[in-house]
């Protein structure tokens, strides 16, 4: 199964999986007996939040700058003059080690709002951090006002096809590590994690069903879903899943469009509490991006998908957390049963 106008396929996602061999984490496959109780079924955990710099965002920033390198040896030139992103923060990481890795210089444009933990990674790993406005708009126009002054390389955080087929091996550790899965949550925010693994199972395994997992307030894929067009956010509101605030884009869009089965919207309190959870009981620092999917996998809509679907995997994307902006805890009314 393949998606009309996809920029990738399976073999691009292979080629990722060949280039970041040994070079990145094969992450864990957890399990949480109380979890399974409260979900009413097997829910397995990939714990990207374990990963190199802390969220799967390695995996398609350093498929990217190993491509980048990869078509520098073959052409007989030089390396890139430096490396580009406009990033949350996870991705601005993650491109900063790859870059780093490389000895490519790396400049970051980072919304203003960003947590101070990513910033300050950014910087550790040797980066330029650039700092824009909290919106697509701005984020965009000063990443490619930096390509115009360094003549560096944009890599989009999740548009560039590269970095989709790299957040697609995601899924082929799990076919790997849970052949018995029915089905695959993923939380949403720009699209590339989501694009990448619904290529890789839908080629592999047509019976996986593929979940989005999207914040209310952010609800820029279930909109485009539910209209059949793409439908940016123009004006997000706030989220606690800082790492979703932007939208899915033109080559993340028609993947999601043919590929991914539906996409679930949870409340901001649904996300807290899900986080929450997911410290408490698995004992894992998760962002609450990724309390993202459980919250879905435990909300009334997900009670709508057929029972038979028992195996379920949700990925926790990432661990990135500015421990001082929890200040939510204490809003958060009583414990989660």
Not at 15 to 20: K, P, T
Not at 247 to 260: A, K
Request: hydrophobic letters at 40%; aromatic letters at 4%.
């Amino acid at each position: 199964m393949a998606a009309q106008g996809a920029v990738l396929g399976l073999d691009e996602v292979r080629d990722a999986e060949r280039r970041l061999r040994g070079r990145i984490h094969r992450t864990p496959l957890l399990t949480c007996a109380g979890l399974d109780r409260m979900a009413g079924r097997r829910l397995l955990f990939k714990c990207e939040l374990l990963q190199r710099t802390g969220s799967f965002k390695i995996r398609g920033a350093l498929n990217a700058v190993r491509s980048l390198v990869e078509e520098s040896e073959r052409a007989g030139r030089e390396l890139p003059r430096a490396v580009v992103t406009h990033s949350s923060g996870n991705h601005g990481q993650a491109l900063a080690c790859a870059a780093q890795t490389e000895g490519i210089p790396a400049y970051i444009v980072v919304p203003r709002t960003a947590p101070q933990c990513k910033q300050d990674a950014i910087r550790a790993y040797g980066a330029t951090l650039v700092p824009c406005d909290p919106n697509d708009k701005s984020r965009a126009e000063t990443a490619s006002a930096v390509v115009q002054e360094t003549g560096g390389v944009l890599v989009h955080p999740n548009q560039e096809p590269a970095v989709i087929a790299g957040q697609g091996t995601i899924a082929l550790e799990v076919l790997e590590q849970a052949p018995q899965v029915n089905a695959v949550v993923v939380p949403v925010g720009g699209g590339g994690m989501v694009a990448g693994i619904a290529v890789a199972i839908k080629a592999l395994r047509p019976d996986v069903k593929v979940f989005a997992a999207e914040p209310s307030n952010v609800d820029d894929c279930y909109q485009s879903k539910v209209r059949g067009e793409l439908t940016p956010n123009l004006h997000p509101r706030d989220t606690v899943a800082d790492a979703v605030k932007t939208s899915i884009g033109p080559n993340t869009w028609p993947i999601i469009r043919d590929l991914v089965d539906d996409v679930l919207i949870v409340s901001e309190e649904e996300i807290k509490r899900a986080t929450w959870l997911v410290w408490e009981r698995m004992k894992l620092l998760i962002e609450p991006t990724a309390g993202v999917g459980l919250a879905a996998v435990l909300s009334e809509q997900f009670q709508a998908v057929p029972w038979d679907v028992q195996n379920v995997c949700i990925v926790l994307c990432g661990g990135n957390v500015d421990l001082k902006s929890l200040t939510w805890l204490a809003d958060l009314s009583g414990k989660a049963e």
